[in-house]
């Protein structure tokens, strides 16, 4: 099925460790996005790659980078986890601003 | 910055009934809007996109509709079922981004 995948759908961390979150979409989208969600906060933006070998910062970038591997592939990444990451992560693909489609989402908690 | 508002954060209604979700946004200058649907512990799934050149659509049940001037928008939900039960959020697109509001949590009671 068409859409967006994203890897791993649960993690548990401790403070101070690195994770990658994998994002992967199969419809030829240009953009792509990842949101945090947090209780009372709804989704805010981290980071987004309107088209591939491009990337900026969303509202709220700090503690995280990203990179666009190619089309297909947008990764986030944590350096150094702290409690306050501790949050739903969704990925999101979109053909300029025609209908978003999201992932699973994963499920991270810091120790 | 773009402010994405959705009033009541939660609603609860007999099934059967008709109701309407309202989201509103401070900026007028937006490509589009569009409507999720979430489950709990599930991702977002698109219910329905309005242009800004648009005045609403419809699919199936549900209607939404835009007045980008008012930044206001409505999704109606008509004769309610329990399997309606989930968080409805919005989202405007303006720049090169998405902006979500807080969501409106839905539960039909049977």
């Known amino acids: 099925n068409a859409g967006v995948t994203q890897t791993p759908k649960f993690q548990v961390l401790k403070t101070g460790q690195s994770m990658t979150l994998q994002c992967a979409q199969d419809m030829n989208h240009n953009s792509m996005y990842w949101y945090r969600q947090d209780p009372g906060m709804g989704l805010r933006l981290i980071y987004y790659s309107a088209s591939e070998g491009t990337t900026d910062k969303g509202e709220v970038p700090n503690g995280y980078n990203v990179s666009r591997l190619n089309k297909r592939e947008f990764s986030l990444r944590l350096e150094s986890a702290a409690p306050s990451q501790t949050s739903v992560y969704f990925c999101?693909?979109?053909?300029?601003?025609?209908?978003?489609?999201f992932g699973a989402g994963t499920r991270l908690s810091v120790l | 910055k773009q402010e994405v508002t959705q009033i009541p954060a939660a609603l609860s209604v007999p099934e059967g009934e008709n109701l309407v979700l309202n989201c509103s946004f401070t900026?007028?200058?937006?490509?589009?809007l569009q409507w999720f649907r979430q489950d709990p512990g599930k991702g977002l799934t698109s219910l329905l996109l309005i242009q800004s050149s648009q005045r609403e659509q419809t699919s199936g049940r549900l209607n939404a509709s835009l007045d980008k001037s008012s930044g206001r928008s409505t999704l109606y939900i008509a004769a309610s079922q329990p399997g309606d039960s989930a968080t409805y959020l919005c989202?405007?697109?303006?720049?090169?981004?998405?902006?979500f509001g807080t969501g409106t949590s839905l539960t039909v009671i049977p």
């Open positions: 900026d007028s200058a937006i490509y589009n």
């Open positions: 999101a693909s979109s053909e300029g601003h025609m209908s978003s489609r």
């Open positions: 989202a405007v697109s303006a720049g090169n981004q998405f902006y």
